[in-house]
């Protein structure tokens, strides 16, 4: 390799592309480490078709919450590779501000477990507050990532356009007050809490917060 | 980084790179997750050679399921690939049709597990017709991504080969009927449900549906 | 995106690297799933520092399972990362043998676990032998897998080496009778066998067997 | 593929890249089944919302094991990916200090379920200690890596920066002692072991530790 191929190499992987690498890395284990969530029933629902479908049945709160985790995990990936889009160099702040925001996203299947083991039980109240309650720190770590990279010196790219930045500033925004008002609703009653979880993933489903 | 280097980045990346890897990523976990749903036998069989040798016979449903969802999977995922391939940028519906089918490929592990646990007990029915009917529910979220990506703007390579997409279309419409047809099967017999899944993996793994 | 960098993009991508990507991806996640075998001990070992202490030493099954199979996936990555330094391009044979390469890799936790498992037990003959007959089978995979790369069309680097190619085909030929040979030595004695598994593995981090 | 283009390959994977790609992917997966240790409490704690709002109190030490780990892998992997940046070519040591770094990070989500597990129990003591241990051999690890990149033939970039080098070489002397003070700790009282350990993870969050 000569010189000059390992100066390009050295000056290039000052740029997020690694980063990205092992962000996208943790994004995609998280969202596949969703199923394991969903347990197959036990041999004593086994002895039957009809003892097994009702079983499958009574398992819809893993399926929601398969659902509700994989498109939000889904989605804030989308929204993690918008952001980098516009990230030209790499400072300490976006290392730190990132593994803060895996740190969330990796704790995922936790509440989404608890999620799909409380419901339908007296303790739902706290399953569902619980979930949202993840996604509101998650929210507040992508603003802080997002500091980070408009603040931090030299890390926007020198032509990003102002309408893009101002879109996901915008879009970031919301995150937690969002999640706040899920988790509030969760307060009044647990199923009010999950209608707003769902519509929440579905709203991110609208073409304009992927900005893609 | 100058001027340029930056634009070319910024534009390079509204290619399908990124997505890709996101999704090769799910693919690969999915696929190497199914190993989990094969379990050592409990101690008491481990007494003797002979205990041993039977407890691992009996677990031939866990290795047909571990076989069948790996193969099927792999060639999702030449599948995927050689999609990909004719995707020169990506539009949001070509975003959420892939995330719904990420969300179908992340789930194979629990119909697996599921297919594993039953066969060969009363419930195998239920089980079989949930194995295939999973796969009816990827095979429509594949046409859906291949429409997005024939429909959607400016998605398709400008210079990606007629036969190429046609090859594509025509396969891709066998799929949501071939898993039905075993799905079907399987209310007749549970055996015969199985035999057709056998087939459609085996069926797939001939040069003419990966293309490549 | 104009028709220049379309076609390059599309002549690409017909190169080896979202294979190898999608291979670095399962062998990764295999390597990584193996310490999911070791086990915690169960609460009543955890009255004492003592108790504990004795338990954690108890695991030496596991410690051994996890570092011989560790180093073996390793190095066969590693193998595999430089069978595909002289891939030009991928057939149809190529991604079908690595389909099965990589079925095998992927299944590396279950006899890791079965052999980490039985060993200490009356049954630790089975244990060992399937962990030895899973390299066999492994073995043979490399060697199909090299055979397609040798004799597909246009798969080889027309600039291949012929020493590179002719030290991997020795390589390879070794594979196979290696594990049959520790197999064998598990039909006479189980920790014979155990001990060949582990020269296999420290031949393997020689230097001549990666070709780096 | 024509002559040039075939031989620019082959040079070109003589560098790094594959052999971080799928280092990153060990580290990726390694700090997300990180959350697999964290189990949701078990049904009789599901009747009411005080009871669950206790049992989730009382995982506490699941949740410090997730953090302090996760934030050490993903300080490990920045350092990781520092180290890189500076190696030209890969050598045969390079390969196998990178697998026996891999091994020590694989293994962690082990010794991070053991301490959860152990603390505020009477064995608390082993689990810090075993904890601390394992960094102790990373930190070894990494040393070695780092010996091999700067001794091996041609591994180095020409051009690394000399200050960058020898700001490596300080960080990595470190790594070793630190983990051995928060193990002679915890010999004296497993609280003070935790937090030593938690000040380390804290120390690697300061920017001159990531170079970054």
Redesign the interface.
């Known amino acids: 390799?000569d010189?000059a191929a390992?100066?390009t190499?050295?000056a290039g992987?000052?740029?997020p592309e690694?980063?990205?690498?092992?962000s996208?890395?943790?994004?995609?284990?998280?969202?596949?480490?969703?199923?394991?969530e969903?347990r197959?029933p036990s041999?004593e629902?086994?002895?039957?078709?009809q003892?097994?479908?009702s079983a499958?049945g009574s398992l819809w709160p893993s399926y929601l919450g398969?659902?509700v985790s994989?498109?939000t995990i889904?989605?804030m990936?989308?929204n993690h590779?918008n952001l980098?889009?516009?990230v030209?160099?790499?400072?300490?702040g976006?290392?730190?501000a990132n593994?803060l925001l895996?740190?969330g996203v990796?704790?995922?299947?936790?509440p989404t477990?608890?999620l799909a083991?409380?419901l339908a039980?007296?303790?739902q109240?706290?399953?569902v507050i619980?979930y949202s309650g993840t996604f509101v720190g998650i929210a507040f770590a992508f603003n802080l990532l997002w500091y980070q990279v408009r603040h931090g010196p030299e890390v926007l790219?020198?032509?990003?356009d102002s309408r893009a930045i101002d879109a996901i500033t915008r879009s970031y925004r919301l995150g937690p007050p969002g999640y706040l008002i899920a988790l509030l609703g969760a307060l009044i009653s647990p199923a009010l809490g999950v209608v707003l979880l769902i519509i929440l993933a579905g709203l991110y489903?609208l073409?304009s917060s992927?900005g893609?």
Not at 18 to 22: D, G, T
Not at 157 to 160: E, L, N
């Open positions: 390799m010189h390992a100066t190499r050295t992987l000052r740029g690694r980063l990205e690498a092992f996208d890395g943790v994004f995609a284990i998280a969202i596949t480490l969703l199923v394991l969903i197959v041999s629902d086994l002895v039957s078709n003892r097994l479908v499958l398969y659902v994989f498109v889904g989605i990936w989308a590779h980098f889009r516009l030209a160099s790499v400072s300490h976006v290392v730190v593994l895996l740190l990796g704790f995922v299947p936790f477990a608890l083991g409380t039980t007296p303790s109240g706290v399953g619980f790219c020198s032509d990003a489903l073409p992927t893609a």
